[in-house]
């Protein structure tokens, strides 16, 4: 069988087994609330599993080892170890006080929750319409993956861009958030594998004569350095270390990942929900270091988004290049339902309301779903755009500005609402404008070099957000927890 019939042949059996589990949460899927969070009796490790998929996209499989081939070291520290340590703080503190609140008030989705805690219409409405800056996250992953499986499929990317975004569409559309899960958990673990194989691939490296560290030097010496003065985006200690850091902790405030929360029973599951979810995280992190194996096996250049499908198909033969594949299929498409299923759930429970006041759960449920196909056309015609006009060299950045201006206001308004209850309504409006502001600010204005990195511009943002936090709370005399 050749290499293209093999492909086939493993893409066309994912998608059958998809299909089963899909069919699988539909039957399932009755109500509002079961389609946003599921009926709360899935296994924690299964919520675990999902979470960790949600959190691994084609992004951390395909995109950022592509910044790690391009600036080397600095790139794997910012993204693979300061963002991950970030994001797994932020989960262990966050979760179970998110999941407490969030199940008291009969919360489904984050801009319900926030509007909730602070009886506001207006932030709810206002964290609706920034989530859909997800949008330009779901356009990372189509590119991502086509870019891939175009390769092993011997078809064009604009081709792949379609039908992935359809079957996604189509899946989350009838299975809701138990068929989602399910879907997830059995995505995680194949990733998994893929994961392993990936990384070990490049274990020979690791000789040879003077070493890795010694091959990439004399490639090029900003390769082996803690930071990349050559580089974009990891210039200084500040944006490699400090800025990723902070970027991790607000980026579990997105709607697909800390909703997932919301699965669970009850306390006693987040641990194990965490436990599984963070090491597995472990694994996936570690993909990262697939940039370095492809900066010393590829002679010919390539670009950031095209290194690691190139890498793919010079280091895997065909049997193994079709499991990569189909593992890389299974990090997009899990995150991509995330994203789709949380902008759905978002479209039923926070807009609806306002445009179909009085209609039941049934229109709601018909409202989101075509929220949900409005927002799959926008992502193709995205992933279109950027398949031949990458933002900043690469789709990595588009997405950035979208997610990051997100988070950048959702942490504020989360993380006072978990942990700092004296912090009311107006300082928390407040907080988050001057945050969401500075973001846009800084990234209109340019008033510093480092203005086009999205990092940057998240946590100018969130510091001077939680500036206004801190100064309200002073001059009223109160304290902070």
């Known amino acids: 069988m050749s290499p293209v019939a093999l492909g086939w042949a493993a893409v066309l059996a994912y998608v059958a087994v998809t299909a089963v589990l899909v ?9 509002l609330a079961s389609y946003a969070v599921g009926a709360r009796d899935i296994p924690a490790p299964v919520v675990g599993l999902s979470l960790a998929a949600q959190l691994t996209s084609v992004a951390t499989f395909v995109i950022n080892p592509g910044l790690v081939y391009a600036f080397g070291l600095s790139a794997l520290l910012g993204y693979g170890v300061c963002a991950a340590l970030g994001i797994t703080l932020a ?55 086509a870019l891939v499986l175009s390769r092993l499929l011997a078809q064009p990317p604009e081709a792949v861009v379609v039908v992935l975004v359809a079957l996604a569409t189509l899946g989350v ?77 607000a980026i579990v405030c997105q709607p697909h990942v800390l909703s997932k929360a ?44 095209r290194a690691i499908p190139a890498w793919i198909a010079v280091a895997f033969p065909a049997g193994l290049q079709v499991l990569v594949a189909i593992g890389l299929l299974c990090a997009g498409l899990s995150t991509l339902e995330g994203i789709l299923l949380a902008l759905s759930a978002i479209f039923s429970v926070d807009v609806h309301p306002f445009v179909a ?26 992933a279109f755009w950027q398949l031949e006009h990458p933002t900043g060299g690469t789709v990595a950045i588009f997405a950035q500005y979208g997610v990051y201006l997100l988070f950048t206001g959702s942490f504020l308004a989360l993380g006072c609402g978990m942990f700092v209850p004296h912090a009311g309504r107006r300082t928390v409006v407040a907080a988050v404008a001057v945050a969401v502001g500075t973001y846009l600010a800084v990234a209109v204005l340019r008033p510093t070099p480092l203005a086009n990195n999205p990092g940057v511009l998240a946590t100018f943002g969130i510091l001077a957000g939680w500036t206004v936090v801190a100064l309200a709370l002073l001059r009223r005399g109160r304290p902070w927890l």
């Open 23 to 31: 069919a699988r949460g539909a039957r399932r899927t009755g109500s």
């Open 91 to 145: 989960l262990a503190f966050f979760s179970r006080r998110f999941r407490a609140h969030g199940v008291r008030v009969q919360a489904l989705t984050v801009p319900q929750w926030i509007g909730l805690r602070y009886e506001s219409t207006g932030l709810r409405v206002a964290f609706a319409v920034l989530s859909l800056g997800l949008v330009t996250f779901a356009t990372l992953i189509v590119v991502g993956l």
């Open 173 to 249: 559309m009838l299975g809701g958030a138990t068929g989602h899960a399910w879907t997830n958990a059995a995505q995680a673990a194949i990733m998994l594998v893929v994961a392993v194989v990936m990384i070990g691939a490049g274990l020979p490296l690791l000789g040879g004569e003077g070493g890795l560290a010694a091959r990439l030097s004399a490639i090029d010496p900003n390769l082996v350095r803690p930071v990349n003065p050559a580089s974009p985006y990891f210039r200084n200690a500040f944006e490699v270390f400090f800025c990723n850091f902070v970027v991790g902790l």
């Open 262 to 305: 919301l699965y669970l029973r009850d306390d006693r599951d987040v641990r194990r929900y965490l436990a599984t979810a963070i090491g597995c995280g472990v694994v996936f992190a570690s993909v990262l270091v697939t940039g370095l194996w492809a900066r010393l096996t590829l002679a010919a250049p390539q670009t950031i988004d």
């Open 357 to 382: 006041r009085g209609r039941g759960e049934r229109s709601a449920l018909l409202f989101g779903r075509l929220g949900l196909a409005l927002v799959a056309v926008v992502t193709a015609g995205l």
